[in-house]
């Protein structure tokens, strides 16, 4: 890129750190240093609020970047990553949003140990909280390292590594000085952007097409040298059996991942109400789909105007796409239009970026304090020395996802989330549907839930084409190869549900039915919710 759009972008990236640090600043100096008020922002927000920050939560890099490129790269195929995550919001809204809350006080472990063990499940869904979370980190650092790449012009390797590095410095800064509250503004903030640089393409690109989406399609065939098979389903899953189940398995981990998701689950303490934690659900599934819809624009718009070569050839996985098509629809690489809108868009995507990593880095790192922590110790953890360790805790998982997101850098980052949501979808969700709805269910079926997902799902992803045995994998010259899938959802979610079942009735242990009656109470009324 030439030197106007770097500048530009660059002064544009830096107003959006200046106000976001300063947006944590003044909430750090208004703070008063409780448990509450660092997990949850002291519950103060409202439906509207809460239901933009969600969607600033949700519209990761993996939409913005990973999906719009894939659409452009695969067509058809690519739509499923928008099916899967919006459908996933029905499950959220019907079954988990507003039991939750009720049961719940700051992180999932809360929910599930409300009716068992607390030592034992807290430790299970802590260690599941924060694998997910750090996997969804990677998928952000990844986006971030191609956002700046193509900005420099893919010329310098540093400078993607450095960006890596700050991205993750930043988060830490957000995370523990601001705590929920300065997340929850980042992400509103975010969010408003978003939505703002997403209508702006979806108008350019329709007026580019005079109005007529048949005819934008078309041309997206036709660019795409697939002709009408880009339109159709099978180009990247349709290959043989193996990329089929592919394609059931990537659906079921989209689909069952959201609610399951521990940066999702911790937006609902931020409300006070289970009522208005609904409303929350309501406000988000009304923003992230109308932003879905536009990625449908944006990404065949891509294929159209900018041509799938051209994506591949900026960054290999797409994840280039959105602003590439912001410097065509600007009017070219060297006319000023196209350095404005391309300088726009990729501060819009960083932007993102910044928002998403500090929600999640809150997330685990209070499952790291308040669950890992608080469990270990053998007094319960006090509240404010709770904070401390979550702060220090979000240091620790910025140099995790620092180090795999240098690893995982050439990776498309929608399909990397696609495999935090199968380690979601395998580990939490059963433990937490179980808890909420089975009134059986016991202390070893929880821990046997957690783990029989968790563990099966890591091993798939280990021995699968993501990590050796192709050219497109982490470890290209290695070869461990053994499972055909690289998404392991389809073999890992059932087993997380079947180890929740087993482990309940070979459990020695009865369960606690008053217990479990005064859960059923809590989730369903009310009554007793923090």
């Known amino acids: ?63 913005f970047l990973g999906v719009t490129g894939l659409i452009a790269l695969f067509g058809y195929d690519g739509l499923l990553y928008v099916v899967g995550f919006l459908v996933a919001w029905l499950v959220v809204l019907f079954l988990v949003a507003e039991l939750v809350r009720n049961c719940g006080r700051f992180t999932l472990a809360d929910v599930v140990a409300a009716r068992m063990d607390e030592r034992p499940v807290r430790i299970a869904a802590g260690t599941s909280s924060v ?18 790449a193509l900005l420099l012009g893919g010329t310098s390797e540093a400078a ?4 890596v590095i700050g991205v993750g410095a930043l988060m830490v800064i957000y995370v523990s000085m601001g705590g929920m509250r300065a997340t929850t503004w980042i992400q509103i903030v975010k969010a408003v952007l978003l939505m703002a640089g997403a209508i702006a393409l979806t108008v350019l690109v329709m007026v580019r097409f005079h109005g ?20 159709a389903p099978g180009l990247r899953y349709g290959g043989d059996w193996t990329a089929r189940f592919d394609f059931i398995s990537l659906g079921l981990a989209l689909v069952l991942g959201t609610a399951g998701l521990p940066h999702i689950l911790s937006r609902f303490y ?64 060297n006319s000023t239009g196209g350095t404005v809108l391309f300088a726009i868009v990729a501060a819009i995507a960083f932007a993102t970026i910044l928002a998403v990593v500090a929600g999640i880095t809150l997330a685990s790192s209070a499952s790291v304090a308040h669950d890992l922590y608080a469990s270990l110790r053998r007094k319960r953890a006090k509240p404010r020395s709770e904070v401390a360790v979550a702060r220090t805790a979000a240091v620790g998982i910025g140099v995790v996802a620092i180090a795999l997101g240098l690893l995982a850098r050439d990776l498309n980052v929608a399909f990397l989330v696609g495999l ?26 929880a821990v046997w839930a957690v783990y029989g997902g968790l563990v099966p799902a890591l091993l798939l992803v280990l021995l699968s084409p993501v990590v050796s045995g192709s050219p497109e994998s982490l470890f290209p010259d290695a070869d ?33 039915e008053a217990k479990h009656a005064e859960t059923e109470v809590r989730s369903l009324t009310g009554a007793g919710a923090v």
Do not use: K
């Open 1 to 63: 890129m030439s030197g106007n759009h770097q500048t530009l972008a660059l002064l544009l990236f830096s107003v959006f750190i200046a106000v976001t640090l300063a947006i944590t600043t003044w909430v750090s100096r208004n703070r008063h240093g409780s448990a509450e008020e660092f997990y949850a922002g002291g519950r103060l927000f409202s439906p509207m609020e809460n239901g933009f920050a969600i969607s600033g939560d949700y519209m990761s890099a993996a939409s």
């Open 131 to 148: 694998t997910v979370s750090v996997l969804y980190l990677v998928a952000q650092m990844v986006g971030a390292g191609s956002l700046v």
């Open 160 to 163: 993607r590594n450095w960006t």
């Open 212 to 231: 007529d989406f048949n005819q934008l399609l078309r041309s997206a065939a036709d660019r795409s040298g697939h002709g009408d098979a880009f339109l």
């Open 270 to 333: 931020t409300v006070p109400t289970a009522r208005a934690a609904r409303r929350s659900v309501v406000w988000a599934i009304g923003l992230i789909g109308s932003f879905y819809l536009m990625t449908f624009v944006l990404g065949f718009g891509a294929a159209a105007i900018v041509g799938p070569e051209a994506v591949r050839g900026a960054n290999a996985a797409g994840n280039t796409a959105v602003p590439l098509l912001a410097l065509d629809l600007g009017g070219g690489a």
């Open 420 to 445: 935090a949501f199968a380690v979601a979808a395998s580990a939490n969700l059963p433990v937490l549907l179980y808890s909420l709805f089975w009134r059986n269910f016991t202390t070893r079926g």
């Open 480 to 512: 461990f190869q053994y499972f055909p899938l690289q998404n392991p959802g389809l073999v890992s979610i059932p087993l997380g549900f079947l180890a929740g079942w087993l482990g309940t009735v070979t459990s020695a242990d009865p369960p606690d």
